[in-house]
């Protein structure tokens, strides 16, 4: 146990259908390094996750994404799983819950399937990322730079492919969240685009 997050507050957007482990393994490690976090979700009071290939357990929700507030957190995170991000980046108040996080500098998490809802918000433009190998044409066509790596970070934004990866993804997760807010560094397009 670590204190490197203490005083960090670190939301976790998901939908039902998230990809079990992308969730509770990365909640774990910020806890343990003494971060609070809360499970964020479309759903009022609970949420399904995914066990590899069928439904796994439910899990309390912490603050419904109507009542949440992104200036509360320092952080956000983003699991994977095919459903979960499907269902997030069609609901505007979840794609302007995680553009809010862009848009502060704040840092950002995803892995597997989780940056598909980050595409919504315009801010995969320009970033160098990994995904779920199924995402790289939507995440080129949306303006990033993919690549096959096991952990990628730009800027505050940590990427990772699959659960195998989750050992490094906590490792860099933590070090970015601990950073804190990362100075923006707009690109040409992205300036014209928020103008």
């Not at 979700?41 to 009542?67: E, H, I, T, Y």
């Not at 997030?88 to 989780?114: N, S, Y």
């Not at 199924?134 to 505050?156: F, H, I, K, P, Y």
Request: net charge negative; aromatic share 8%; glycine share 8%.
């Amino acid at each position: 146990m670590s204190d490197e997050l203490t005083g960090k507050h670190i939301a976790i957007l998901v939908a039902d259908g998230f990809e079990q482990v992308e969730m509770t393994d990365p909640r774990k490690a910020l806890e343990d390094a003494g971060a609070d976090t809360d499970l964020i979700s479309p759903a009022d009071k609970k949420v399904m996750g995914w066990d590899l290939s069928k439904w796994g357990r439910s899990f309390k929700v912490d603050v419904p994404l109507a009542q949440a507030r992104p200036e509360d957190y320092d952080a956000l995170l983003l699991p994977g799983g095919v459903m979960n991000p499907d269902k997030l980046r069609v609901i505007p108040e979840a794609v302007q819950f995680v553009k809010a996080f862009f848009d502060a500098g704040k840092p950002v998490a995803a892995i597997c399937h989780g940056p598909w809802t980050v595409i919504e918000t315009g801010h995969a433009k320009g970033r160098r990322v990994t995904s779920w190998p199924s995402l790289q044409t939507d995440l080129r066509n949306a303006g990033a730079e993919w690549v096959d790596e096991e952990v990628v970070v730009d800027n505050g934004f940590v990427t990772s492919r699959k659960p195998g990866d989750i050992p490094a993804f906590n490792q860099k997760v933590i070090e970015e969240f601990r950073e804190g807010v990362h100075k923006r560094e707009e690109h040409p397009e992205m300036a014209a685009h928020t103008a």
